[in-house]
């Protein structure tokens, strides 16, 4: 289809039957909506046809293929997006006249599929696009959440949370694979039988779920790989117990069917933390289990073989929430296709790898042993085994079963999931260098040691595509017509820019932009908040989600540290600065929800304060999401990526704002570490403890006390926070960073704000004295991005991870 190019007049035609076959309406009478409509239906099809096609060529070289399981999607919208990857805006724009609307119009209906919650899931998107467009052949696994992650609405300063019903309008990028449907089966009672061909498992009394599949095509740039991202949307099998519905008893069959329906009902809204509840398990089981089987079976249709299985298939676990495929996996190839247990391992093993996100004692997920006993029997069994198996072998090789021990997958009466994806996987990857050395070092160090040489790091990426060239069109063309097109598929040539560092054209130009994007979200500013922002200030934004690790209360501190000089009139230091905050909290997390409330009330304080305001202001806005990021990263100038050092994994909002044109306040963590060895040090704002300087004074421990006593600004700070804002106290914060039963300050914004405060004073100071050397900051750091693209993620994934290569190579 898409071979026959396409042409505004075609797109048209395409678009009118749509509408006729839908609304059987005029094309010129047809809504705003309805036009949104028929043409995302149209585009999905060409999508549709496109993937067949790709398929159709990979089918017949018998390539190898990857599945990306992952609990989280957070794509943002579509529309935008595979227009400008199918390189056909210009065409639909233009056939878009006779329906009297605009392409703008109808990208502002779409709404954001927040199927995840932040990093972790935009990463997968981003794997996604970049995968489509190196031609991978690659399935994305998730749930077809009803309610994805909540809206955002700060009511009287604290965060309230609404539902998202994204399938409102989202819903015509998902085709129904309802032919493709399985059934995952939970609780019930395990019966061994020995047959005359051997052991044979039954399943009695089992609660069966059925899976039925949704999927979205994810278009490449100018590529001919389409990702599929298929979400399983669970249903009860007997969608009614007709026994009570033929006796009348209607609420409770359709009470019945509520359980079901459950699993895939709304998505934990948790970012770094787990929940140890029994939904969430089964919403585990339930994507790896209908994903496995969905896996198997299009292997056994094409090869009549699962000999082949590990040659063909790669399977990814995106952090371990998938982990039970390991399991599921081994159930499939023992019970229903009758391998042993040797040969179904060796199967599993040489298919999976793992990506750990995260070293927060918090976030590593624990499941109780008898949760997983009583609602997925026959897995329980076989983690047993795998353990049982491992523990014999390991005291074995390493003559000490005490050592052994502690990499078991069970303790304390929980299943440990990172020692299960360890175990299961052939390569285990860590998302940036520093977290993957503190992964060696700490919680893999025994399975470093025990298997050296399966951890490996791959530092994460973002897609500039929709980063850059679709979020900010002003900075694409710039580098267009520097660069020429050639960095949109080899972002390494962004490099080239670094020539144009002397270039005061190029300068200039670059800090026009930068105004453009400020006035954009000043407009936004003013309608969303009423609050007038200074679009000459520098523009300091921290966005992200919101976590005591994160450190928005270090950045808070500072904001009030400047609110106290300002009203004491030590000026002399203060420059105007507007701090723009967009971070959710997780409904449970009741000091992250604090902390915004905190920032609001700053907020509202500036706000009705002229002599403060004529300096600095602050504003929160409401919602993170992709299309907020979409919208404030290109306006950064400077990006606050400040969290504790060897706490965050590594981050991929340093990279988006990087590659924006903004410089970095970062501490040495994540991958601002990688930024920092791209862009030198003297292009980057770098502050704070280092990871093992912060371990060992915890160690030793860390008093926040001993900083307070000694710092007269730290005790302005508590005295502002315990006389409280408009009537409000913040005394709850103050004890927190105080300490008193428990650790104060423990993430050691008292050890690091010194640090913090000098920094900031040396970049805003550069800001205002020399704005050209600023800019040149800023070009060297877009120059230095290319490298932090999806792009390069993937190739890596593709060579050490999955064995894979692209379609047509
Ligand atoms: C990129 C992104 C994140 C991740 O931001 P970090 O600063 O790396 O934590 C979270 N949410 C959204 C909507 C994003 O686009």
Same mark, same amino acid.
């Given at each position: 289809?898409?071979?026959?190019?396409?042409?505004?007049?075609?797109?048209?035609?395409?678009?009118?039957?749509?509408?006729?076959?839908?609304?059987?309406?005029?094309?010129?009478?047809?809504?705003?909506?309805?036009?949104?409509?028929?043409?995302?239906?149209?585009?999905?099809?060409?999508?549709?046809?496109?993937?067949?096609?790709?398929?159709?060529?990979?089918?017949?070289?018998?390539?190898?293929?990857?599945?990306?399981?992952?609990?989280?999607?957070?794509?943002?919208?579509?529309?935008?997006?595979?227009?400008?990857?199918?390189?056909?805006?210009?065409?639909?724009?233009?056939?878009?006249?006779?329906?009297?609307?605009?392409?703008?119009?109808?990208?502002?209906?779409?709404?954001?599929? &927040?199927?995840?919650?932040?990093?972790?899931?935009?990463?997968?998107?981003?794997?996604?696009?970049?995968?489509?467009?190196?031609?991978?052949?690659?399935?994305?696994?998730?749930?077809?959440?009803?309610?994805?992650?909540?809206?955002?609405?700060?009511?009287?300063?604290?965060?309230?949370?609404?539902?998202?019903?994204?399938?409102?309008?989202?819903? @015509?990028?998902?085709?129904?694979?309802?032919?493709? $449907?399985?059934?995952?089966?939970?609780?019930?009672?395990?019966?061994?039988?020995?047959?005359?061909?051997?052991?044979?498992?039954?399943?009695?009394?089992?609660?069966?779920?059925?899976? @039925?599949?949704?999927?979205?095509?994810?278009?490449?740039?100018?590529?001919?790989?389409?990702?599929?991202?298929?979400?399983?949307?669970?249903?009860?099998?007997?969608?009614?117990?007709?026994?009570?519905?033929?006796?009348?008893?209607?609420?409770?069959?359709?009470?019945?069917?509520?359980?079901?329906?459950?699993?895939?009902?709304?998505?934990?809204?948790?970012?770094?933390?787990?929940?140890?509840?029994?939904?969430?398990?089964?919403?585990?089981?339930?994507?790896?289990?209908?994903?496995?089987?969905?896996?198997?079976?299009?292997?056994?249709?094409?090869?009549?073989?699962?000999?082949?299985?590990?040659?063909?298939?790669?399977?990814?676990?995106?952090?371990?929430?998938?982990?039970?495929?390991?399991?599921?996996?081994? $159930?499939?190839? *023992?019970?229903?296709?009758?391998?042993?247990?040797?040969?179904?391992?060796? *199967? @599993?093993?040489?298919?999976?790898?793992?990506?750990?996100?995260?070293?927060?004692?918090?976030?590593?997920?624990?499941?109780?042993?008898?949760?997983?006993?009583?609602?997925?029997?026959?897995?329980?069994?076989?983690?047993?085994?795998?353990?049982?198996?491992?523990?014999?072998?390991?005291?074995?090789?390493?003559?000490?079963?005490?050592?052994?021990?502690? +990499?078991?997958?069970?303790?304390?009466?929980?299943?440990? *999931?990172?020692?299960?994806?360890?175990?299961?996987?052939?390569?285990?990857?860590?998302?940036?260098?520093?977290?993957?050395?503190?992964?060696?070092?700490?919680?893999?160090?025994?399975?470093?040691?025990?298997?050296?040489?399966?951890?490996?790091?791959?530092?994460?990426?973002?897609?500039?595509?929709?980063?850059?060239?679709?979020?900010?069109?002003?900075?694409?063309?710039?580098?267009?017509?520097?660069?020429?097109?050639?960095?949109?598929?080899?972002?390494?040539?962004?490099?080239?820019?670094?020539?144009?560092?002397?270039?005061?054209?190029?300068?200039?130009?670059?800090?026009?932009?930068?105004?453009?994007?400020?006035?954009?979200?000043?407009?936004?500013?003013?309608?969303?908040?009423?609050?007038?922002?200074?679009?000459?200030?520098?523009?300091?934004?921290?966005?992200? $989600?919101?976590?005591?690790?994160?450190?928005?209360?270090?950045?808070?501190?500072?904001?009030?540290?400047?609110?106290?000089?300002?009203?004491? &009139?030590?000026?002399?230091?203060?420059?105007?600065?507007?701090?723009?905050?967009?971070?959710?909290?997780?409904?449970?997390?009741?000091?992250?929800?604090?902390?915004?409330?905190?920032?609001?009330?700053?907020?509202?304080?500036?706000?009705?304060?002229?002599?403060?305001?004529?300096?600095?202001?602050?504003?929160?806005?409401?919602?993170?999401?992709?299309?907020?990021?979409?919208?404030?990263?290109?306006?950064?100038?400077?990006?606050?990526?400040?969290?504790?050092?060897?706490?965050?994994?590594?981050?991929? &909002?340093?990279?988006?704002? *990087?590659?924006?044109?903004?410089?970095?306040?970062?501490?040495?963590?994540?991958?601002?570490?990688?930024?920092?060895?791209?862009?030198?040090?003297?292009?980057?704002?770098?502050?704070?403890?280092?990871?093992?300087?912060?371990?060992?004074?915890?160690?030793?421990?860390?008093?926040?006390?001993?900083?307070?006593?000694?710092?007269?600004?730290?005790?302005?700070?508590?005295?502002?926070?315990?006389?409280?804002?408009?009537?409000?106290?913040?005394?709850?914060?103050?004890?927190?960073?105080?300490?008193?039963?428990?650790?104060?300050?423990?993430? +050691?914004?008292?050890?690091?704000?010194?640090?913090? +405060?000098?920094?900031?004073?040396?970049?805003?100071?550069?800001?205002?004295?020399?704005? +050209?050397?600023?800019?040149?900051?800023?070009?060297?750091?877009?120059?230095?991005?290319?490298?932090?693209?999806?792009?390069?993620?993937? $190739?890596?994934?593709?060579?050490?991870?999955?064995?894979?290569?692209?379609?047509?190579?």
């Amino acid at each position: 289809m898409l071979e026959q190019k396409i042409n505004a007049t075609l797109m048209e035609a395409l678009i009118d039957e749509e509408i006729s076959r839908y609304w059987n309406t005029e094309p010129h009478s047809a809504s705003t909506t309805q036009v949104y409509r028929a043409l995302s239906t149209v585009i999905r099809d060409l999508l549709l046809k496109k993937r067949n096609t790709f398929l159709k060529q990979f089918t017949k070289n018998q390539q190898k293929k990857v599945y990306y399981l992952c609990m989280e999607f957070l794509t943002g919208k579509s529309l935008r997006n595979n227009l400008y990857n199918l390189k056909i805006e210009q065409e639909v724009s233009e056939a878009l006249k006779k329906y009297n609307v605009s392409l703008e119009e109808l990208y502002s209906i779409e709404k954001d599929p &927040g199927l995840g919650n932040g990093g972790l899931g935009r990463l997968a998107a981003c794997f996604m696009d970049s995968l489509a467009t190196g031609n991978f052949p690659a399935v994305g696994f998730s749930l077809k959440y009803e309610f994805g992650l909540f809206k955002q609405k700060i009511i009287d300063g604290w965060q309230t949370e609404l539902p998202d019903d994204w399938l409102t309008t989202s819903d @015509v990028w998902l085709i129904p694979r309802t032919e493709e $449907r399985v059934i995952v089966k939970f609780d019930g009672k395990i019966r061994e039988e020995w047959t005359d061909k051997g052991l044979k498992i039954h399943h009695d009394y089992p609660t069966q779920i059925e899976a @039925v599949p949704y999927d979205m095509m994810i278009s490449g740039y100018d590529s001919k790989g389409v990702s599929l991202l298929r979400l399983w949307e669970s249903r009860s099998l007997n969608s009614i117990d007709m026994n009570l519905f033929s006796q009348g008893d209607y609420l409770r069959a359709l009470a019945e069917d509520s359980l079901g329906e459950a699993i895939s009902k709304v998505l934990y809204p948790s970012d770094n933390h787990y929940e140890g509840k029994i939904l969430r398990l089964k919403q585990q089981y339930f994507l790896v289990s209908a994903s496995a089987q969905n896996i198997v079976k299009v292997h056994y249709g094409k090869y009549n073989t699962l000999d082949n299985f590990s040659q063909k298939n790669a399977i990814h676990i995106n952090d371990t929430h998938p982990a039970l495929v390991i399991p599921e996996l081994m $159930r499939i190839f *023992m019970d229903d296709y009758n391998y042993s247990w040797d040969e179904a391992w060796k *199967m @599993v093993v040489d298919s999976v790898s793992y990506t750990n996100h995260t070293v927060l004692s918090e976030a590593l997920e624990t499941f109780e042993d008898n949760i997983i006993k009583v609602k997925i029997p026959r897995i329980h069994m076989i983690i047993a085994e795998i353990d049982r198996r491992f523990m014999d072998e390991a005291a074995h090789n390493l003559g000490d079963r005490n050592k052994a021990l502690k +990499m078991s997958i069970f303790g304390y009466g929980k299943i440990n *999931m990172a020692n299960l994806c360890i175990r299961g996987s052939h390569c285990v990857n860590g998302v940036a260098d520093l977290h993957t050395e503190i992964l060696k070092k700490t919680i893999f160090k025994d399975f470093n040691e025990y298997t050296p040489g399966k951890i490996i790091n791959v530092t994460n990426g973002i897609t500039h595509r929709r980063w850059v060239n679709q979020a900010n069109p002003l900075l694409k063309d710039l580098l267009t017509d520097i660069l020429g097109e050639e960095y949109y598929l080899n972002p390494e040539k962004l490099n080239l820019l670094k020539k144009y560092k002397n270039d005061q054209s190029v300068l200039t130009k670059l800090d026009e932009i930068k105004h453009q994007n400020k006035k954009r979200v000043a407009e936004h500013v003013s309608r969303q908040n009423h609050i007038n922002i200074d679009v000459d200030s520098i523009f300091d934004i921290q966005a992200k $989600r919101l976590h005591e690790y994160k450190r928005q209360l270090l950045n808070a501190m500072r904001i009030i540290s400047l609110i106290i000089d300002i009203n004491e &009139g030590n000026i002399a230091d203060i420059v105007p600065e507007t701090f723009i905050f967009a971070a959710k909290a997780a409904p449970g997390y009741f000091r992250a929800k604090e902390i915004i409330q905190l920032i609001f009330a700053l907020s509202d304080y500036i706000n009705k304060n002229t002599f403060v305001k004529k300096y600095i202001n602050v504003v929160f806005l409401e919602n993170y999401s992709v299309s907020l990021a979409e919208l404030i990263i290109p306006a950064g100038e400077i990006s606050e990526q400040i969290s504790l050092a060897g706490k965050e994994a590594s981050g991929t &909002g340093n990279m988006k704002f *990087m590659i924006n044109g903004a410089l970095t306040i970062g501490t040495c963590d994540g991958a601002n570490v990688e930024i920092i060895k791209e862009v030198g040090e003297e292009n980057f704002f770098l502050f704070g403890l280092r990871d093992h300087e912060v371990e060992s004074i915890w160690n030793h421990g860390y008093s926040s006390i001993q900083y307070y006593q000694k710092n007269l600004k730290l005790r302005k700070i508590i005295d502002f926070l315990n006389k409280g804002i408009n009537g409000k106290s913040f005394e709850s914060i103050s004890k927190y960073l105080l300490g008193g039963s428990a650790v104060g300050d423990p993430y +050691m914004c008292f050890a690091d704000f010194d640090s913090y +405060m000098e920094i900031h004073r040396k970049a805003s100071h550069l800001y205002y004295s020399d704005k +050209m050397k600023w800019n040149q900051m800023s070009l060297m750091n877009i120059g230095s991005a290319g490298i932090f693209s999806s792009d390069r993620t993937v $190739r890596e994934y593709a060579e050490k991870i999955w064995g894979l290569t692209p379609v047509n190579k």
